[in-house]
T-cell receptor, first 109, second 116 residues
Framework: QKEVEQDPGPLSVPEGAIVSLNCTYSNSAFQYFMWYRQYSRKGPELLMYTYSSGNKEDGRFTAQVDKSSKYISLFIRDSQPSDSATYLCAMSNTGKLIFGQGTTLQVKP | DTGVSQDPRHKITKRGQNVTFRCDPISEHNRLYWYRQTLGQGPEFLTYFQNEAQLEKSRLLSDRFSAERPKGSFSTLEIQRTEQGDSAMYLC??????????????FGPGTRLTVL
C-alpha cells in the first residue's frame, strides 16, 4: 500500500463548478501538506501548503487537512478552463516530498 | 530566468548507454532534490543534497544511478547501462534549508528520458 493515495481521475467538470480533490495517507508523522499543479510536460508548481490540521484559503482555492482522519482536500471554486491540469498532493515531515498519484482535471468551457 | 533549470529537456538513448542530466538550482538554495516521475504517477523521491553532501538516497536509486553536487551549486544525475524501465521524467527541485519550519521546493521543468 502506498503512503499517499489519490484518485487519478480523470475528473471532468463544467466551467464554474466547484471541484473537490482528495488524498488519504498512512504516515501519521507527516506534518506539512502541499498541493501542486502540473501542466503537461512541465514541472510541478506549488499551489498551497498547510502545516498540521486546519484550513487555508487563497483566492478560489481552499486546502483542508484532517490529521485525525489522515485526509486532505483541495477545493477549487468557480473553476476555469485554465485550471485544467494534474493536481498532486504531497506530504512531508523531513523535507523530502511524498506525492500522491495525481488527479487529472479538465474544466470544460 | 532565476528558476530551477535542467538540461537537457529531452534525451533519447539506446538501452545500455550511459546518460547524464544536469540541474542548476535557484541561487542560494542549499538543498537540492532529485525525483523521478513515470507516466500517470506522482514524482518519487530519489536523493537529496545539503550543499555538497548527499544526505539521503532512496532504495529506488540502484547501483546504476549516481548523483553529485561537487561545489554545492549545480548537480548531475548519471544513469549507467540504461534500461527501458529508466524511461521517465527526472525532476530536480531546490529550496532554502534547513532553517525554518517549511520552505517551498521549487521544481525545474524536468528531463524526459526515453530508453529505446
Amino acid at each position: 500500500q502506498k503512503e499517499v493515495e489519490q484518485d487519478p481521475g480523470p475528473l471532468s467538470v463544467p466551467e464554474g463548478a466547484i471541484v473537490s480533490l482528495n488524498c488519504t495517507y498512512s504516515n501519521s508523522a507527516f506534518q506539512y501538506f502541499m498541493w501542486y499543479r502540473q501542466y503537461s510536460r512541465k514541472g510541478p508548481e506549488l499551489l498551497m501548503y498547510t502545516y498540521s490540521s486546519g484550513n487555508k484559503e487563497d483566492g478560489r482555492f481552499t486546502a483542508q487537512v484532517d490529521k485525525s482522519s489522515k485526509y486532505i482536500s483541495l477545493f477549487i471554486r468557480d473553476s476555469q478552463p485554465s485550471d485544467s491540469a494534474t493536481y498532486l498532493c504531497a506530504m512531508s515531515n523531513t523535507g523530502k516530498l511524498i506525492f500522491g498519484q495525481g488527479t487529472t482535471l479538465q474544466v470544460k468551457p | 530566468d532565476t528558476g530551477v533549470s535542467q538540461d537537457p529537456r529531452h534525451k533519447i538513448t539506446k538501452r545500455g548507454q550511459n546518460v547524464t542530466f544536469r540541474c542548476d538550482p535557484i541561487s542560494e538554495h542549499n538543498r537540492l532534490y532529485w525525483y523521478r516521475q513515470t507516466l500517470g504517477q506522482g514524482p518519487e523521491f530519489l536523493t537529496y543534497f545539503q550543499n555538497e553532501a548527499q544526505l539521503e538516497k532512496s532504495r529506488l536509486l540502484s547501483d546504476r544511478f549516481s548523483a553529485e553536487r561537487p561545489k554545492g551549486s549545480f548537480s548531475t544525475l548519471e544513469i549507467q547501462r540504461t534500461e527501458q524501465g529508466d524511461s521517465a521524467m527526472y525532476l530536480c527541485a531546490s529550496r532554502v534549508g534547513p532553517k525554518g519550519p517549511y520552505n517551498e521546493q521549487f521544481f525545474g521543468p524536468g528531463t524526459r528520458l526515453t530508453v529505446l
